[in-house]
C-alpha cells in the first residue's frame, strides 16, 4: 500500500483514497465536463475517494467550471497550449516539479490524467513522487494521431491503468497496442440521471432536433446541415460553441436552412432546449462515446445518429433510436424523415432510451467504477 503522508503534509484520514486529477488543456470538452461529474462530490458517501485537481490552462473557464461543481482546484496559473508548450512542458522540469510537489502535498495515492496534454507531464511527475497512475481514454484521438501517439505510448507503457469509455475506444487502444491489453479497462462514462429527467411535458409545434458539442469538423455538423437540407419542415437547435461557427453559419444560409436553425452558442444549461426537442442528433465522424447523446437520452429524447464508434453501444436502432450509416448524409437525412413521421413511436424510443441511461450510464456507475480502480490500484 503507499504511504498515507509524505513530507510537509497534514494528517489526512487514511481509509479515503487520495486523487489528484492533473488537467492540461485550453478548452471545456467532453473530458473536462466528465472529470467535474466523476470528482464532484460523494453525495451518498459510499465511494471514499477524494478528488483534487491539478490545473494547467490558457483559459479560466475551466477553473470556473471546476470550482463551480465544488471541487478543490490548484491552479499552475495561465498555461500556454500548442506544439511548442506542449513540447516544453513534456520535456521540461518546471511543471513536471509543479505536479510532483502538489502530489506530495496531497499525499496522493492516485495521479489521474483526462487529457492528451497532460499525459507526459503527469506520467512523469508520478514516476518521480511514487504515486500510481490511471489514464481515461476520452476518445481514440491519441492513437489514430501520429502526431500524439508516440507520446501518448510513452505514457501508457508507464501508466497503472488505462480507462476507455466505450468498448470501442477500448478496441482502438488494443489494436494499437496490443502489448498493453492487460492494463486497459472499460469504465462508461455515466450521466446524472437525477438533473437530466424527463420534462413532463411533450414538446410542440415543427419535429426539431438538438445537436450538442463543439463546433469542430470532428463533430460533423456540416454533416447535420447538409442532412437537414432533405428533411422538410424540421427544425435544428446547435448547442455549443468553436472555431467553426462561422463558416456553418455560412454553411446553413448556403443551404437555405438558416431560417430552420438557430445556433445557441455554449450555454451553462442545457435541459431547457433538449426539453423542447423532439429527437437529439449525432452527426460525429468519431466519437468515444456520446456524452451528450447520453445527457439527452437520459432526458427522454430518442436518438438518431451516424452509426459511429461507441454511440453505437448506447443507441439501440429501432429500440431507442435510429441509426444512420456511418458518414452518409442519404442515410442520415432518411433517419431524420423516419423521425419526424413517426412522432409517437418516437416517443417510445425516448422512454426505452431513459431506461436504459438509468440501468447502464449513470453517474452513480460510472463513480463507483472508478473508485473500485482507485482502491485496487492503492492496495497493489
Known amino acids: ?13 487514511p481509509s479515503r483514497t487520495r486523487v489528484v486529477h492533473v488537467v492540461v488543456g485550453g478548452e471545456v470538452g467532453g473530458a473536462e465536463r466528465m472529470l467535474a461529474d ?25 477553473g470556473r467550471m471546476f470550482r463551480k461543481a465544488g471541487l478543490r482546484v490548484l491552479d499552475r496559473g495561465r498555461a500556454g497550449e500548442g506544439p511548442l508548450h506542449l513540447l516544453v512542458r513534456s520535456f521540461g522540469r518546471a511543471d513536471v516539479a509543479w505536479i510532483a510537489g502538489v502530489l506530495g502535498r496531497e499525499a496522493a495515492h492516485i495521479v489521474h490524467l483526462h487529457t492528451f496534454g497532460s499525459q507526459v507531464v503527469g506520467t512523469r511527475a508520478a514516476l518521480r513522487a511514487g504515486t500510481r497512475v490511471v489514464r481515461t481514454e476520452h476518445s481514440t484521438r491519441v492513437y489514430d494521431d501520429p502526431s500524439c501517439w508516440p507520446f501518448s505510448r510513452w505514457s501508457l507503457a508507464r501508466t497503472d491503468l488505462a480507462l476507455a469509455v466505450s468498448q470501442h475506444v477500448h478496441d482502438v487502444a488494443v489494436r494499437k497496442a496490443p502489448w498493453a491489453r492487460g492494463r486497459l479497462r472499460v469504465v462508461p462514462n455515466g ?41 422538410p419542415g424540421a427544425r435544428l437547435d446547435v448547442v455549443g460553441d468553436g472555431a467553426a461557427r462561422a463558416t456553418l453559419e455560412a454553411l446553413a444560409r448556403e443551404l437555405r436552412v438558416s431560417d430552420r436553425v438557430r445556433f445557441h452558442g455554449a450555454v451553462d444549461d442545457v435541459r431547457p432546449i433538449l426539453a423542447k426537442a423532439h429527437a437529439a442528433l449525432g452527426s460525429s465522424r468519431t466519437e468515444g462515446l456520446g456524452i451528450a447523446l447520453l445527457e439527452a437520452m437520459a432526458m427522454g429524447l430518442p436518438v438518431v445518429s451516424f452509426a459511429v464508434g461507441g454511440v453505437r453501444e448506447t443507441v439501440v436502432d429501432g429500440g431507442t433510436g435510429l441509426l444512420a450509416r456511418e458518414g452518409d448524409v442519404g442515410s442520415l437525412a432518411a433517419a431524420m424523415r423516419r423521425a419526424a413521421g413517426a412522432v409517437d413511436g418516437m416517443r417510445r424510443f425516448g422512454e426505452a432510451g431513459r431506461r436504459r441511461v438509468v440501468e447502464h450510464f449513470s453517474m452513480d456507475a460510472m463513480r463507483l467504477g472508478y473508485a473500485r480502480v482507485y482502491a485496487e490500484l492503492r492496495e497493489r
Request: hydrophobic share 40%; charged share 25%.
Open 38 to 62: 466523476l470528482a464532484s462530490g460523494d453525495p451518498r458517501g459510499s465511494t471514499g475517494v477524494d478528488h483534487t485537481v491539478a490545473l494547467l490552462s490558457p483559459i479560466e473557464e475551466l
Open 191 to 231: 450521466v446524472d440521471v437525477e438533473r437530466f429527467a424527463p420534462a413532463g411535458e411533450s414538446p410542440t409545434g415543427p419535429f426539431s432536433f438538438v445537436l450538442v458539442g463543439r463546433l469542430e469538423p470532428r463533430k460533423g455538423v456540416d454533416l447535420a446541415l447538409r442532412a437537414l437540407a432533405d428533411v
Open 1 to 13: 500500500m503507499l504511504p498515507s503522508r509524505g513530507p510537509g503534509t497534514r494528517m489526512k484520514d
